[in-house]
């Protein structure tokens, strides 16, 4: 909707536009840019999944490292308790 709503707004107009409705010029700007490439306004599905799926995987791979660490703090306060 703020294509077409800003579509022949300029200056304080435009301004006050973004003010009402908490968008950011910098906004717009991509905004219009992505509308305008080759016809890739929004990833497709296929691209969605991928990264969703990659999204999971490194989640699953933080947990992993976060208890490796864990597990190493342990064992690093247990040699340093018992000398």
């Known amino acids: 909707m703020a294509l077409p709503e800003t579509h022949g707004l300029s200056g304080d107009a435009l301004q006050t536009w973004f003010h009402e409705n908490g968008v950011f010029a910098h906004h717009l700007t991509s905004w219009k840019t992505a509308f305008c490439a080759d016809g890739k306004v929004v990833p497709g599905t296929s691209e969605i999944r ?24 342990i064992q690093f ?3 340093i308790l018992l000398g």
């Open 50 to 73: 991928v990264l969703k799926d990659e999204d999971e995987q490194l989640k699953r791979e933080l947990v992993r490292k976060e208890h490796a660490l864990a597990e190493a703090a």
């Open 77 to 79: 306060d247990e040699r």
